[in-house]
């Protein structure tokens, strides 16, 4: 189920996400400022942290851990999945 749940994620994620880095999304990026710094909250941090909290209150299904994983390995195909604070 884990492999599914690999595949259906990083498909689900291709349909939601851009096609490109800086491109529209169905979901709006997260940016703030923090002094002269901008954090850019990227969609993987999100799903990570999803899985952190299921993993915290005992959850555990393969297939929702493969979404979530394919999910993550998506949205690491974009040029900028690294960049979470940009300095000004």
């Known amino acids: 189920m884990l492999i599914i749940g690999l595949f259906v994620g990083y498909a ?16 709006k990026s997260i940016r703030f400022k923090i002094g002269r710094n901008q954090i850019h909250f990227h969609h993987w941090l999100w799903y990570l942290i999803l899985i952190l909290i299921l993993l915290l209150i ?19 195909t974009f040029k900028d999945w690294y960049g979470v604070v940009k300095r000004k």
């Open 12 to 27: 689900l994620d291709t349909i939601v996400s851009a096609k490109e880095t800086g491109g529209k999304s169905l979901f």
């Open 58 to 76: 005992g959850f555990y299904s393969a297939i929702v851990y493969g979404i979530l994983i394919g999910m993550i390995l998506h949205t690491w």
